[in-house]
């Protein structure tokens, strides 16, 4: 293999970047220069996005959220919030035979993991997207590991057949009350919802409405989404979903409800309607998203989606494992 070079990317050429994550089957809607930069700017985010170039050729790279922590150690992210996977993205090597593509991507794996050691950052953590599927030259050398889960539902099958009795049940519920299911485009109205549900634990909101401003005029502009709404036949907006998609499959970004219509349905009639319409619109696949918080395992899954595993890799300096052990007695 040629001679490999990795460097930080400027802002003009985020368009190499972008059509990188558009190629490669590893790269999804929350890798692209717009999705980062709109998080970047939104959360006041120190975000580096690092390619790596063979023969002038993007062939791999990845984005960081770096920040300082405690005003002595450097930490780095490849995701941020409401961003649920990021990290490495390298190119695919189609018709190539399994070793062809083991030795390739290991070669540009390796040289990324060794430029990553050299940063000097003292906590490295990459929750890597469904289709990134060997993390083996990392974790051959050092990295630590974790698995993660995500539901992807095949929107060309039959989704009814797949439905179970109960899910089919609150869905008549809901029809027969009379709410609706409708395609609308309102940040404060999101906003409103997805508050409720974090002011009901007594929490406040993970993230601003200035986000979701910024989230559904990015997914109009670049058509990658919409957003649904459910509604009583009195005009109350009880239920909304954000999708967000991408060349390869739809993600079910976000869904949020008036908790005092939790026993109406709504969210069941939300979730059917929008799956289905999304189906009508010739998308063929949805990643759910649900699978790794247990209160919402019941629900998804009575959509029959497959279980789908992704991978968290992670590095840490020796000072920063120290000070995570010096914390853990301390709290005992």
Not at 75 to 103: H, L, N
Request: charged share 25%; with cysteine; glycine share 6%.
């Amino acid at each position: 293999m040629s001679e490999i070079q990795i460097r930080e990317l400027g802002p003009a050429e985020y368009k190499l970047w972008d059509e990188l994550v558009e190629t490669s089957s590893c790269g999804t809607v929350f890798h692209t220069s717009d999705w980062l930069t709109l998080c970047r700017d939104t959360f006041s985010k120190d975000l580096k996005i690092y390619g790596c170039f063979q023969e002038d050729a993007l062939v791999g790279g990845f984005p960081l959220f770096i920040r300082k922590m405690n005003g002595i150690f450097k930490v780095a992210s490849s995701t941020c919030e409401m961003t649920p996977y990021g990290g490495i993205v390298i190119k695919d090597f189609p018709g190539a035979s399994v070793r062809k593509q083991v030795q390739e991507s290991h070669e540009i794996l390796n040289q990324l993991r060794v430029f990553l050691s050299n940063m000097k950052l003292d906590s490295i953590e990459m929750k890597l997207s469904p289709d990134f599927k060997d993390i083996r030259p990392f974790t051959w050398n050092g990295w630590e590991s974790g698995v993660f889960y995500a539901y992807y539902l095949n929107l060309e099958k039959d989704i009814d057949a797949g439905l179970s009795k109960d899910l089919k049940k609150n869905i008549n519920k809901s029809a027969k009350e009379g709410l609706v299911v409708k395609k609308l485009k309102d940040s404060n109205l999101y906003y409103n919802l997805f508050s409720m549900v974090y002011t009901r634990q007594n929490l406040s909101s993970p993230v601003q409405k200035i986000f979701f401003d910024r989230v559904i005029e990015l997914v109009e502009r670049k058509n990658i989404g919409e957003m649904w709404i459910a509604e009583t036949p009195e005009g109350e907006r009880v239920a909304a979903q954000i999708r967000v998609w991408d060349k390869q499959r739809v993600y079910a970004w976000t869904a949020s409800s008036d908790p005092s219509y939790r026993k109406s349905g709504a969210n069941s009639l939300i979730y059917y309607n929008v799956i289905s319409d999304l189906k009508v619109e010739g998308h063929k696949e949805i990643n759910m998203l649900a699978a790794n918080h247990s209160q919402f395992t019941d629900f998804i899954t009575g959509f029959n989606p497959e279980l789908v595993p992704h991978y968290l890799i992670n590095y840490t300096s020796q000072r920063y494992k120290l000070l995570r052990v010096c914390r853990g007695l301390f709290k005992k």
